[in-house]
């Protein structure tokens, strides 16, 4: 990784340190310990035989929902949104982050789940089939580490099979990113054809 990759990785970890307001903890020792987690790759647990992920939690309402972290590249404060005309319903508008102009979508619509009465304040930046967007979250947590052979068959978490990895034994939704972005870019390609 480059020098100026090493800076920007910096800089997106204090801004992420600062919006979850860790007040009272060491900023170095806080962003030392995301780095290495966010650095790890999926991992292969021999001893065991099962392959593990990392995921970045967050929650929505009441239900709680993860990303692999390969997915993620920023946790941000919604600020300004610009309402997109003829956009579907599940895309509240498009914001600046750092320069680049993103959609932000609603995942609670995007699923047909019910509304929040509280709407929420952040937003995880995932990308996946060539696609980056905001995807919002109420609060956002950790990065944990599962194992994919102790996750419950996606249909047991009652949403859209094709947009969930797995359910854990503690009810933790893993999403699949690339699934969700492969999805809004086939849309987007059949409405420029």
Not at 154 to 166: K, P, R
Request: a negative charge; charged letters at 25%; glycine letters at 6%.
């Amino acid at each position: 990784m480059s020098t100026s990759s090493w800076d920007e990785l910096w800089a997106v970890l204090r801004e992420t340190a600062d919006i979850l307001g860790q007040e009272g903890a060491n900023a170095d020792d806080t962003l030392d310990e995301r780095t290495r987690q966010l650095a790890q790759r999926p991992a292969y647990d021999a001893a065991a035989g099962h392959e593990t992920r990392n995921v970045l939690t967050f929650r929505l309402g009441d239900e709680r929902y993860a990303w692999p972290v390969e997915n993620v590249r920023a946790i941000a404060r919604i600020s300004h949104l610009t309402h997109v005309p003829s956009a579907p319903p599940y895309y509240w508008g498009v914001t600046s982050l750092r320069g680049q102009v993103l959609s932000v979508m609603d995942l609670r619509t995007y699923m047909d789940l019910p509304p929040l009465e509280i709407r929420p304040e952040f937003m995880m930046v995932i990308d996946g089939a060539g696609l980056e967007i905001g995807v919002t979250a109420n609060n956002v947590y950790d990065v944990l580490t599962v194992s994919a052979d102790k996750l419950s068959a996606a249909s047991s978490a009652g949403l859209d099979a094709e947009l969930v990895i797995g359910l854990t034994t503690d009810g933790l939704t893993v999403l699949n990113a690339e699934a969700l972005l492969r999805r809004e870019r086939a849309r987007v390609e059949a409405e420029d054809r």
